[in-house]
């Protein structure tokens, strides 16, 4: 399958740009591992507003707004290719995808002449001791179930960890009648992020919602923590206790559930791949792809938008991903560059004032270093090769190991199924630390594909074409 412009991802940013690239002229592919499009933030949101839209109201306006998006998406000449996972995509522009279609994979080439990746964001991890322990999730994980399914959890549960979307599933699952037993919230600077308020003023809904949010957890009388410095969850089967210290004082709550949260970084394992250059962010404290304001990155065939290019937001994403479809279709000669100003105006506009609101958030809930390297050595940090924090500060100081590629040479960490996705940013941390340099220095795993698992039958039944051949799925 040929096209102009392949787009990995249907969240907010792939949607926004298949319909700006397709209303200029481009012809577009949209390859999701989901089966309908709406990305995280607006998982199964089609599905719910037909047959539960009760449960809207449990998810709040945020989520709603992504009707109109799917509508227009619906609407615009992108072809679509749902439950396709995207496992490489080369230098020549070649996307290697498997579909899992019906009980039966299909596998197939698309060959763009340009690529743009939005993958989103995904959950930073929370290593802390006992999150291993069945009945311990992530609050993303809660979520979807309530965006998947309606399903709220059942039992006395606990909220622990910092960011958004802590407050914000706290607040869905008061208004689904299921709150949380209590909020333990670990990392928190307001007078660290004061400085960059004038920023979020810029978008005052923003701080409206959050304070909102704050309005119907003090309503619920919830047991709210703020500062938590020491957390371990307990239990022999399962998790049945949580204790935590907060001032010098320490908390023991009994649990059914555990659900963990320490804000969100990009799902970058797909632009690693590519070899385009990364940089640390040392204020959301994770590795973003360098990118100039249209998305373009250090190749002239990929591209990124949205929170897969450093966390922006739902209507950033949007924003960023409307003016990288554009900016495709100027590439490609389907608009000049007359016209893409034109046209990309307000989304930029739009994207500016909420990269400019990002610092105030992402300072107020950066995490703490304790909390990305954890100081128990006992604390798994690996959870598919179940490799300890200790281990890691071991072999770095007994062996001066210098990054996490090197430590392959000596431990499994990151070579598991996940591939590094929940332990990468935390062994980077550890390895900096404890060689006293900065993640900067250390770097990140080197990811090759593919990406997501892939038979080698799938790779058998490729006909793999010449550069100017064309492949049907």
Not at 80 to 86: F, G, K, N, R
Not at 362 to 368: A, E, H, S
Not at 420 to 439: D, K, N, S, Y
Request: aromatic letters at 6%.
């Amino acid at each position: 399958m040929q096209t102009d412009l392949a787009i990995i991802g249907a969240g907010p940013a792939g949607l926004s740009a298949a319909i700006s690239a397709t209303a200029a002229g481009l012809k577009v592919v949209v390859l999701d591992e989901q089966p309908v499009p709406g990305g995280q933030i607006y998982r199964n949101i089609e599905t719910l507003a037909a047959t539960r839209p009760a449960h809207l109201q449990w998810l709040g306006p945020d989520y709603a707004a992504g009707l109109p998006l799917l509508r227009h998406f619906h609407e615009c000449a992108a072809t679509y290719l749902p439950m396709a996972q995207v496992w490489q995509v080369g230098h020549d522009g070649r996307v290697y995808y498997r579909r899992n279609v019906a009980n039966e994979g299909a596998v197939g080439i698309v060959h763009a002449r340009k690529v743009l990746i939005a993958t989103g964001a995904m959950e930073r991890p929370l290593p802390v001791p006992g999150w291993t322990l069945p009945g311990v999730m992530s609050c993303g994980a809660a979520q979807t179930l309530l965006k998947a399914s309606g399903l709220a959890p059942d039992g006395r549960f606990v909220l622990a960890g910092s960011g958004p979307l802590l407050l914000l599933l706290a607040a869905q699952l008061i208004r689904a009648g299921r709150p949380p037993a209590a909020i333990l919230e670990t990392s928190y600077d307001f007078w660290g992020a004061l400085p960059h308020l004038p920023g979020m003023l810029g978008l005052p809904g923003y701080l409206l919602k959050g304070l909102g949010l704050l309005r119907e957890i003090r309503a619920a009388a919830l047991p709210f923590y703020r500062g938590v410095t020491r957390l371990e969850i307990k239990g022999r089967e399962r998790a049945r206790e949580i204790e935590f210290e907060v001032d010098g004082r320490s908390f023991i709550e009994a649990v059914d559930l555990v659900f963990l949260h320490q804000g969100v970084v990009p799902n970058g394992n797909l632009a690693l791949s590519t070899d385009i250059r990364h940089h640390w962010d040392d204020l959301q404290k994770c590795f973003r792809p360098e990118l100039d304001a249209a998305g373009r990155s250090s190749s002239d065939m990929v591209r990124v938008a949205g929170d897969a290019g450093g966390i922006v937001g739902a209507v950033g994403a949007a924003a960023m991903g409307e003016v990288a479809g554009l900016a495709a279709a100027a590439d490609l000669g389907s608009i000049d560059a007359a016209e893409f100003e034109s046209r990309a105006a307000a989304a930029r506009q739009l994207l500016t004032r909420h990269r400019a609101a990002r610092p105030f958030l992402d300072r107020l809930y950066r995490p703490r270093q304790q909390w990305v390297a954890p100081t128990d050595p006992d604390t798994v940090i690996c959870r598919c090769e179940e490799i300890r924090a200790g281990d890691v500060r071991h072999l770095v100081a007994a062996q001066n190991c210098p990054g996490p590629n090197q430590m392959k040479s000596f431990m499994r960490c990151g070579m598991g199924p996940c591939q590094g996705r929940l332990c990468g940013l935390t062994a980077v941390e550890l390895i900096a630390e404890t060689r006293g340099q900065t993640p900067a220095e250390i770097g990140y795993y080197r990811i090759r594909a593919p990406i997501k698992p892939v038979t080698l039958g799938d790779m058998a039944a490729l006909d793999v074409p010449s550069r100017h051949d064309a492949v049907n799925p």
